[in-house]
């Protein structure tokens, strides 16, 4: 009791290097908080960009190239997979759905991804989630055009607006068509996946841009011919699907759903020696694995920054703690002398850094919670990570744990000094 | 109370003669003793010997019976916090404690000291705020100053917060080394009645050492520690 009261005023005395152990502690534990916390984010928000997909398959590159290029937008793929193949493959027994995809044009920087309405269907993200509509519909003419969240709010896009959708990838590029304005219909929810900065147009769109005006009053005029033809209201929807769809040579690449898992190996081998056309199938969740495999090693630095971060703090506490030792010998000698025992000094030191490091660990975690709820945003936005605010799980828990005992074990180092402090060293000093 | 006999003490092993020879030293309970001697004659050292701090070479050191050299450390650290006020020539305060605190700090380590307090008193919780409020005005710290900084006071009221320190809790025997030695000389003589009025009351022995031979009258006896020490 004495000594708890002792260990706290002797802190409040010496409070400014003592503030600033803690501060340093305290900033420590909030770096490896946040690291790690974005660490763990990025991972989950990676491997969450897509689920329930089975198979991706696009024309023969890298496995990691070709997830790359069709989910995460990064890079090109020269090549693309014919429409004839699309077409037989999917017509195999055991698919349950397909998604066309056709990438490589962009609008103001974001890409632009033709598909068809089944995307809106069958596409999923993290566990299993359907993609949702927070404003609007899907597209359902050709100059309609659904946009992922971050798009409507970084270009301030409202439904309704009228906006220009150019060739090729890049903010600058030189063919602009003016003469094809989109309408937006459709805004979808935040998914914190690049599908959130991708605007999304039926794929007869495509060659819409690539075609020029000539082909929308082609399909603008094949659509009435058929009307004409066909009074017959389901034959007309199945026009406006084709409509939608329109008549592409090639598209990028197709995502996939199978009934039954089984499936899945097998037509991926078909796929793989596919005679016409020299395919890939991968199977998303096993590359996005090898991929998050490739990125370990900055996962591993990143980590090995955070602990390198905390053990300075340590070591700096230790320091502070020595070179307090030396100047609170009287302090001690004093105590000894009203008749303190070597081992409540022990105690007396070991609290109080035991004591500087639990503040130090309050203080990091309260700095950490404002990091994760300032930047949260920004990480989103800029990075596409989703950082939870969540009660500090076991794991972080455990970080701290971790910091503590190397706190309290680092204290012991002084203490066990102080404690072979013999009186008659600290009687010799003089005042 | 005390007896020390055929003591020597060296501060190393190879020293060739010892800093302290005493053929033999007898204090009997309620004396008070002034000790004197020159700088060097080695006042602190026997002080040292007499707390328990320092273990001597050679002879048999009682203090209440117990000799002291045959404790180990720890009972020696335990007795001493027991049976022993110490009031120290540069008073050793501690800078974050209010005087009272300082005071209440004298009987923290030693149940028997506070056992001593709370027995006397019928206000358990606040029993040793009250003693070492007692004390402190006893000893003449008005009651402006009890919970002032330390660092604020003067020497001498500084020195009557560890005179306090040293009372509380009554232990048998209160050694002063040279706790007047920054005081003028009115001073002294009125702080030495107070130290005495507070040995009576307490019931303990005094041992009060000063190169200063002019507060020898004071004392009821005073040792020469030069003609104490055996010439070798």
């Known amino acids: 009791m004495i000594i708890a009261k002792l260990a706290y005023k002797s802190l409040l005395n010496r409070r400014a290097s003592v503030l600033l152990t803690l501060f340093t502690i305290a900033i420590s534990v909030m770096l490896l908080l946040s690291i790690e916390r974005v660490r763990i984010d990025a991972k989950s928000s990676f491997s969450n960009t897509i689920s329930g997909t089975d198979l991706i398959v696009g024309a023969r590159t890298g496995d990691i190239q070709l997830l790359l290029s069709s989910v995460f937008r990064i890079g090109h793929t020269n090549n693309g997979v014919s429409w004839k193949s699309y077409e037989y493959i999917t017509s195999q027994r055991g698919v349950k759905w397909s998604i066309p995809i056709s990438l490589g044009d962009s609008h103001k920087g974001q890409a632009v991804l033709g598909t068809t309405l089944d995307y809106f269907s069958h596409y999923r993200f993290a566990k299993k989630q359907n993609l949702t509509f927070n404003k609007g519909r899907p597209f359902a003419a050709i100059n309609e055009v659904v946009l992922g969240s971050e798009v409507a709010n970084k270009l301030g896009y409202k439904l309704n607006a009228s906006i220009v959708i150019s060739h090729g990838m890049g903010n600058t590029s030189f063919h602009h068509h003016d003469d094809n304005p989109f309408k937006v219909v ?23 841009i690539h075609g020029g005006k000539a082909s929308l009053v082609h399909e603008h005029e094949h659509e009435h011919e058929h009307e004409h033809e066909h009074e017959h209201e389901h034959e007309h929807e199945h026009d406006e699907h084709n409509n939608l769809v329109g008549h592409p040579k090639q598209i990028t690449a197709f995502l996939m759903g199978f009934n039954s898992p089984l499936y899945t190996l097998q037509i991926r081998r078909n796929i793989n020696q596919y005679k016409p056309e020299a395919l890939l199938g991968i199977m998303p969740t096993v590359t996005l694995k090898e991929l ?6 900055v996962e ?22 020595l070179a307090n030792l030396s100047q609170r010998r009287r302090e001690l000698a004093i105590l000894r002398s009203v008749g303190a025992r070597p081992w409540h000094l022990f105690t007396l030191i070991s609290i109080e850094s035991l004591l500087t490091t639990l503040l130090g660990c309050l203080v990091g975690s309260a700095l950490y919670y404002l990091a994760i709820f300032s930047a949260g945003g920004y990480l989103q936005s800029h990075a596409g990570i989703s ?20 706190g309290f074990i680092i204290g012991l180092i002084p203490a066990t000094r102080a404690y072979f402090y013999s009186l008659s060293d600290g009687m010799s000093i003089k005042a | 109370m005390i007896n020390l006999k055929n003591v020597t003490f060296k501060w190393h092993k190879s020293d060739s003669s010892p800093t302290l020879n005493i ?12 000790l004197y001697g020159p700088s060097g004659s080695g006042k602190s050292t026997l002080l040292a010997i007499l707390a328990g701090i320092n273990t001597v070479t050679s002879g048999e050191v009682l203090i209440l019976n117990k000799n002291l050299s045959t404790l180990s450390n720890t009972t020696r650290d335990a007795f001493r916090a027991d049976h022993i006020g110490y009031i120290f020539q540069n008073f050793n305060l501690l800078p974050y404690l209010s005087p009272i ?3 209440t700090l004298g009987c923290e380590f030693s149940k028997i000291r506070k056992q001593k307090i709370l027995k006397q008193s019928s206000n358990k919780s606040a ?19 009890h919970n002032k900084n330390v660092a604020e006071l003067s020497i001498g009221q500084q020195q009557r917060v560890a005179a306090a320190r040293a009372f509380i809790g009554s232990p048998e025997l209160i050694i002063a080394d040279e706790p007047t030695s920054a005081l003028d000389t009115n001073n002294r003589e009125s702080f ?41």
């Open chain 1, 186 to 208: 459709g805004v979808l929810n935040p998914t914190g996946t690049p599908v959130d900065k991708t605007l999304h147009i039926p794929l007869a769109a495509i060659d819409l």
């Open chain 1, 292 to 297: 998050w495999e490739m990125l370990a090693i």
């Open chain 1, 300 to 321: 591993k630095i990143l980590l090995l920054f955070s602990a390198v971060v905390v053990l300075i703090s340590l070591l700096g506490m230790l320091t502070t703690l």
């Open chain 1, 387 to 406: 950082v939870n605010i969540t009660m500090l799980s076991y794991y972080e828990l455990g970080l701290i744990g971790v910091i503590m005992a190397a």
């Open chain 2, 23 to 34: 053929k033999e030293l007898v204090i009997e309970k309620g004396e008070r003793i002034f």
């Open chain 2, 101 to 103: 605190e300082n005071v």
């Open chain 2, 127 to 145: 029993a040793l705020q009250n003693e070492a409020i007692r004390l402190l005005n006893a000893l003449g710290l008005t009651a402006q100053y």
């Open chain 2, 192 to 232: 030495i009645k107070l130290l005495f009025e507070q040995a009576k009351l307490s019931n303990s022995t005094l041992v009060f050492v000063s190169h200063d031979e002019t507060l020898k009258p004071l004392f009821n006896r005073s040792i020469d520690l030069i003609n104490l020490q055996e010439q070798v």
